[in-house]
């Protein structure tokens, strides 16, 4: 929890915002103050959000970078950031496709089932510029994935059926009022905490 109070929640951009819908600029300046508080407030908004991971461009900022925290399926809990992700490109012997249900902060409310590998291998930097690989199976190889198709422009909205996209947009304007209210009363609950 103390990672979460040394940051502050920010609005989390909602699909059809153009930031979202762009690869976001690397990150070129490592070691920052300025970097340091962005990825504390990724932290805090993604604690408020109830998300398992949250992408820069997720809270209005045009940077390659996510932070993650979550406890996948084995019961294991992943926490950490990465700077400017590459997937690696995974043979097909060394993964298998699974279909899943999958949600998005940027899409309050509805989930929808996208087929993803069940493994991931991330290279980029830390907030310090350090070399990083962050490898992945299962829950946290989709997180890995989805984190990092937001830092090149794309939600999993985009990886469904037309039919399937606009069913999900339909759910959304019908639950993002509560979806928002539940992140309203987290984000004051962590404000009487710090």
């Known amino acids: 929890m103390s990672e979460v109070l040394r940051g502050t929640p920010r609005r989390i951009t909602v699909v059809g915002e153009e930031v979202l819908?762009?690869?976001?600029?690397?990150?070129?300046?490592?070691?920052?103050a300025e970097l340091d508080q962005l990825i504390d407030d990724m932290v805090a908004?993604?604690?408020?959000?109830?998300?398992?991971?949250?992408?820069?461009?997720?809270?209005?900022?045009?940077?390659?970078?996510?932070?993650?925290?979550?406890?996948?399926e084995r019961g294991t809990h992943h926490r950490?950031?990465?700077?400017?992700?590459?997937l690696d490109d995974l043979?097909?012997?060394?993964?298998?496709l699974l279909e899943e249900p999958e949600g998005c902060l940027s899409v309050?409310?509805?989930?929808?089932?996208?087929a993803r590998p069940d493994r991931a291998v991330v290279r980029g930097q830390d907030k310090n510029g350090e070399p990083l690989v962050v490898e992945?199976?299962?829950?946290?190889a989709r997180c890995?994935?989805?984190e990092t198709d937001h830092l090149y422009g794309r939600l999993y909205l985009d990886r469904l059926t037309t039919r399937e996209r606009k069913s999900a947009l339909r759910e959304m304007t019908v639950s993002q009022?509560?979806?928002?209210?539940?992140?309203?009363?987290?984000?004051?609950?962590?404000?009487?905490?710090?």
Not at 80 to 86: E, Y
Not at 91 to 96: E, F, G, L, P, V
Request: hydrophobic fraction near 40%.
């Open 21 to 32: 819908a762009r690869r976001c600029r690397e990150v070129t300046e490592f070691g920052s």
């Open 177 to 194: 009022d509560e979806v928002f209210a539940r992140r309203a009363a987290r984000s004051s609950s962590l404000a009487s905490s710090s």
């Open 144 to 146: 890995l994935h989805h």
């Open 108 to 114: 309050p409310g509805p989930y929808r089932t996208v």
């Open 80 to 86: 950490g950031h990465i700077c400017n992700p590459v």
């Open 136 to 140: 992945g199976t299962g829950y946290f």
């Open 91 to 96: 043979a097909a012997d060394q993964r298998t």
């Open 45 to 72: 908004t993604n604690w408020v959000a109830e998300g398992a991971a949250i992408a820069a461009n997720q809270v209005g900022v045009d940077l390659q970078l996510f932070v993650w925290d979550m406890t996948d």
